[in-house]
């Protein structure tokens, strides 16, 4: 299995999250460099998954007054539906309640509810285009 660990804004570990997420979010689906990097990525923790020593998961947490947010959460293409991300999410969900933080939301693309759903988390609110894909919000409170 993959090991998710943290990965500190500035570190090697985060350099490979970022190119990561430029694989998953800006060349398979089509999202802006000035949408994916939004200038909030120093205030917020970042989260790996290594495998055999490379970045095959990562995300963000952002911490918000009235809870934290889960985003830019991506899977290498080869290995989704593998449980890297159930592993890296969970990982997440632990750090979060690790300080003391219950509620937390995300923004989800429409066809990745069912994922969070697993986690208890529900969606609210309707449907809307963000980076030109269907999303839902969703928390767990």
Partial sequence: MSLPMLAPVGSDLYRLGCQLRCTVFMDEQGVSEAEEFDGK????????????????????????????KVGRFAVQRELRGQGVGRQLFQSCLDHIKSRSVERIMLEAQV???????????????????DAG?????????
């Fill in 41 to 68: 990525d120093d205030g917020a923790t970042h989260m790996v998954s290594l495998l055999h020593g490379n970045v095959v998961g990562v995300l963000r947490i952002l911490w918000l007054p009235q809870h934290a």
């Fill in 111 to 129: 066809d990745s509810i069912h994922f969070y759903q697993y986690f208890g988390f529900q969606a609210y609110g309707g449907d809307y285009l």
């Fill in 133 to 141: 894909m269907l999303h839902r919000a969703m928390k767990n409170y």
